[in-house]
């Protein structure tokens, strides 16, 4: 049955499945990240129950911190995880291979679940030259697993034949996090991606699941709940045609009111995404980005709670 990768325990992807919620940083008036904030953040999370927390993913910031700010956060993401068992996976990502490879070097010695990282995304990498460069942060990473962040708008997008391509000469690769695509597109991932732990989009995860490719999500849905989005998470091993019935709601939902704001009017991702927690309001995280991003203006929130809650029942708090 196709629902069996997502409940396969033996995969390389070891606990790095289900639901993963991102870290969004809280960001002051003069534009600081506000860390008592983002604790009481992880708390949150941890409290939630989900199946693991991730940083510096695009929600995350990770292309707009110092250095010194990069360390600071995920020392405390590891500090309150491990100190509650809650698995974690640091993201290591930039865009410039150098500092992508001394951020998986410093990542790996607070020992998460895996280091996340991105393919270097100024030049647009061949196949040949991304497998050098997982070869090199492989190394940096010693004995902690890897996952490739492959997000539709990087430079490179590369096909499930590519990737396995790609990927296989470097076994410390368990996991992509990816966006999908129609049905050929997942006939082509079960073909060639069998191997490694899949992440779909989290609004996708129970298609992910249903066509035997997703074992979990680094999730948008956790953005707007992260107790609903495990709640849900949880439903797909029970009851796939009943979340797949929670999905169709969840992309509606997503499509009609999240969308247009960036298609008509421009926001990032991470826009998008802190203003899914701000609609959930699970913490006081607030909307505002890190300039030059502009953020969504808090006010349209209390409304678009209302619709969240008559559409969503099952995901919203
Ligand atoms: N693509 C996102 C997923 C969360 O919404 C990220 O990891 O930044």
């Not at 040949?128 to 997008?157: C, N, W």
């Amino acid at each position: 049955m196709a629902i069996a990768k997502f409940e396969r325990q033996d995969g390389r992807w070891g606990r790095i499945r289900g639901n993963w919620a991102t870290l969004l940083l809280p960001i002051n008036e003069d534009d600081s990240i506000d860390f008592s904030r983002l604790t009481d953040e992880i708390d949150q999370l941890i409290a939630a129950g989900v199946d693991g927390i991730y940083s510096n993913g695009t929600a995350g910031e990770f292309h707009n911190q110092t250095e010194a700010e990069f360390d600071d956060i995920q020392q405390l993401l590891a500090d309150r995880c491990s100190a509650a068992a809650t698995p974690f996976v640091v993201g290591a990502c930039q865009p410039d291979p150098r500092i992508s490879l001394e951020r998986v070097r410093r990542a790996a010695k607070l020992k998460p679940e895996a280091i996340q990282v991105i393919l270097p995304d100024w030049w647009p990498v061949t196949g040949a030259e991304a497998t050098d460069f997982l070869r090199m942060a492989a190394e940096a990473a010693g004995s902690v697993p890897m996952i490739l962040y492959q997000p539709p708008h990087a430079k490179r997008v590369f096909a499930p034949t590519e990737l396995a391509a790609i990927l296989a000469p470097v076994p410390q690769i368990v996991g992509i996090k990816l966006g999908d695509g129609e049905s050929s597109w997942y006939e082509q991932a079960r073909q060639w991606l069998d191997a490694w732990g899949i992440y779909v989009p989290g609004h996708h995860l129970a298609t992910g699941v249903e066509q035997g490719v997703a074992v979990g999500a680094f999730s948008n849905v956790a953005c707007l709940s992260p107790s609903g989005a495990q709640r849900w998470t949880a439903l797909m091993a029970s009851d796939i045609a009943q979340s797949l019935e929670v999905e169709k709601r969840l992309r509606t939902f997503l499509e009609v009111h999240i969308a247009p704001l960036a298609k008509v009017h421009g926001y990032s991702n991470a826009a998008l995404d802190k203003l899914l927690a701000a609609i959930g309001g699970w913490a006081d995280i607030g909307t505002r980005l890190r300039r030059p991003y502009r953020w969504i203006d808090p006010s349209i929130v209390p409304e678009l709670r209302e619709k969240a809650r008559a559409a969503l029942p099952e995901i919203m708090p």
